[in-house]
Nanobody, 121 residues
Framework: QVQLVESGGGLVQAGGSLRLSCQAS????????MGWYRRAPGKQRELVAH???????DYADSVKGRFTISRDNAKNMAFLQMNNLKPEDTAVYYC???????????????WGQGTQVTVSS
């Protein structure tokens, strides 16, 4: 019953910015952590940024200083502000959430379908 839906991807020139959003909906009781992963063609999926409920966050070295993750706990949403985008940022970006469903007493991991980010040179 839980769904994660990403939005905000698109085509942008190098140096530009995009803001990704992730909405968790359905029978969500509570969310421990949310994060963003990405997969470039021919590459393994990698962690981009991660944030826990208290606000502490972590980033991949390649995006530190350029990307900022945030969340709205009341709305069950997470965001990824991406500035100074580079061609190597081109990938499908996936939202991830570690959350508890109303029917459960433990946390499980959920994934969105992904949103394409393409950065041209």
């Amino acid at each position: 019953q839980v769904q994660l839906v990403e939005s905000g991807g698109g085509l942008v020139q190098a140096g530009g910015s995009l803001r990704l959003s992730c909405q968790a909906s359905g029978s969500v009781r509570s969310i421990n952590a949310m994060g963003w992963y990405r997969r470039a063609p021919g590459k393994q999926r990698e962690l981009v940024a991660h944030i826990i409920r208290g606000g502490n966050s972590d980033y991949a070295d390649s995006v530190k200083g350029r990307f900022t993750i945030s969340r709205d706990n009341a709305k069950n949403m997470a965001f990824l502000q991406m500035n100074n985008l580079k061609p190597e940022d081109t990938a499908v970006y996936y939202c991830n959430a570690v959350l508890m469903d109303y029917s459960d007493s433990y946390y499980k991991t959920y994934w969105g379908q992904g949103t394409q980010v393409t950065v041209s040179s």
